[in-house]
Each structure stands twice: as C-alpha cells, then as structure tokens.
C-alpha cells in the first residue's frame, strides 16, 4: 500500500470525509474507530467506489495502549504511513463540578493523551523518510476557555499549541503539521455533546466542507486552518485576545445554554 493516510474517528463526521477526500485522490486508507460495522460499511464503499486499498482497525482510543497496538498492527501488515490524520474526539456540555468525571477522563485521554501519543509514535518514521503530513483536528474552541464545557475547550486548546509547536521544532524537514479549527460542524459531536440544543449549534457548515478544507490545507503544509465559520464568527474572534476575559466568559457561557 502507498499513498496510505491513517484517519481516526473515522466511522463518521469529518473523519468519514476525509477519508472520502483522500480516497478520491488514489490514496489508500487505514481508517480506525471503535465501531467495526461502520468501518465495514466504509470500506465496502470506498473500495468500491474509488478501487483503493482500505484497512480497517477497531480501537478503543481512549485506552492507553491503543495507540501502540494500532501502530504494531500497522507495521505487522507491512504497511507505511504517509499522512497521520489525529481525527477522533468528543466533547460534553455542563459544569464541571456536576459531570461525570470517568467522561471528562474519557475526553482527556482521547482528545489529548491519544493524539500525542501517536504523533510521538509515528512522527520519528516521518522525520527518518523526511516525509510526511500530520493533520490534527482541532477546534475554534481552542481560541478561548469555555465555561461548560470547561474541559473539551481546554483539550481543544492543547491540540492547536501542540500543533503549532511540533511544526515550528519541525521547519527544516519535509514533515508538516497542520491544526485544523473548525466551528460548528454538523456531525454526532453536537449530538453526543448536547451542543446541538446551543445557540452555537444554530448554524452549522457541513462535514465535507469542513474536511475539505482541512484536506487542502494539510497538502499545502498550512499551521493552521479555521473552518465552517461565517464572517461575524471571525470578527468576533478577531476581538477574542483584545475584550476583556470576564466579558468572553460571559460571551461564552451563554452561548452554551440549552435553549
């Protein structure tokens, strides 16, 4: 297999679009998430459609050794990595205090601990060839800190400072590490989350055009992309780092509400 992009969380959402995008364009795929009747169906259908290879891995991504075990597979299959694409990730709304805490460890351990870890595994294969292209799905959320939903903004935050750091450490090879922010996405993360009853939810872009944009910018070698946002949402984040911090909490915490 060439031209293979790894793409977790891919069983829906933005990742299930990538793979489609990647797969459009002869790349072969090995997609991993923790629901193997959605993979099967994937595969079924990408194969078919485009004539690429697809492998699926079932994984349980918030398990500490997932990601070793997905890269002992990958590498017992003989298989190359080119594009590590760190999709998988999910979020929950309430205060802190009252949520469960087994979620929000959940929520750590995946959108964090899981992400850095296969970086850290992949990434040295990269650097050796001088080639390679890591997208790492991450939010416009990252842009502020989020009263209810104190911890998925929090991770969200950690993934574009990582990305953006990693890149830096990595401007004199051909390995390139691309943050995407995406706003308000329909997908099962509003659902999942319970943010598909917030105003934040009132507007949503769509999954492919989300991931295409991520794609594109992954190829160019961009730091970061912002995505399904309108033109009043990057006004208002454009004044993010000059308003006050109580009034964005303020701004924030409302727009999480249920309605």
Do not use: C
């Not at 099967?40 to 697809?54: A, D, T």
């Not at 989020?146 to 903004?153: H, I, R």
């Not at 964005?248 to 999480?256: A, E, I, S, T, Y």
Request: proline residues 3%; charged residues 20%; aromatic residues 8%.
């Amino acid at each position: 297999m060439k031209n293979v992009a790894l793409i977790t969380g891919a069983s829906s959402g933005i990742g299930r679009e990538l793979a489609f995008i990647h797969a459009a364009e002869k790349g072969n795929l090995v997609i991993v998430a923790r629901r193997q009747a959605e993979l099967e169906s994937l595969k079924k259908e990408i194969e078919s459609k485009y004539g690429v290879q697809v492998k699926i891995i079932v994984k349980d991504l918030t398990k500490p050794e997932a990601p070793q075990e997905i890269y002992n597979e990958i590498k017992q299959a003989g298989i190359n990595i080119e594009f590590l694409i760190n999709n998988a990730g999910f979020g929950g709304l309430g205060k802190f205090h009252e949520r469960e805490w087994n979620q929000d460890e959940a929520m750590i351990n995946l959108n964090i601990m899981a992400l850095t870890s296969l970086t850290r595994i992949f990434l040295p294969d990269f650097v050796q060839k001088n080639r390679g292209r890591i997208l790492n799905v991450s939010s416009t959320a990252s842009l502020m800190p989020g009263p209810l939903q104190a911890v998925y903004f929090a991770t969200k935050a950690y993934v574009t400072s990582f990305s953006n750091a990693i890149a830096e450490e990595l401007h004199d090879t051909n390995v390139t590490v691309t943050a995407l922010l995406p706003g308000a996405t329909e997908t099962e993360f509003g659902k999942v989350s319970g943010m598909d009853k917030t105003n934040l939810f009132v507007n949503t872009y769509s999954a492919k055009m989300v991931a295409e944009d991520g794609y594109k910018s992954m190829m160019k070698g961009k730091l970061n992309k912002i995505a399904g946002v309108n033109f009043s949402q990057r006004l208002m984040m454009a004044f993010i780092p000059l308003s006050p911090r109580k009034m964005v909490l303020k701004q924030v915490r409302n727009m999480q509400k249920i309605k």
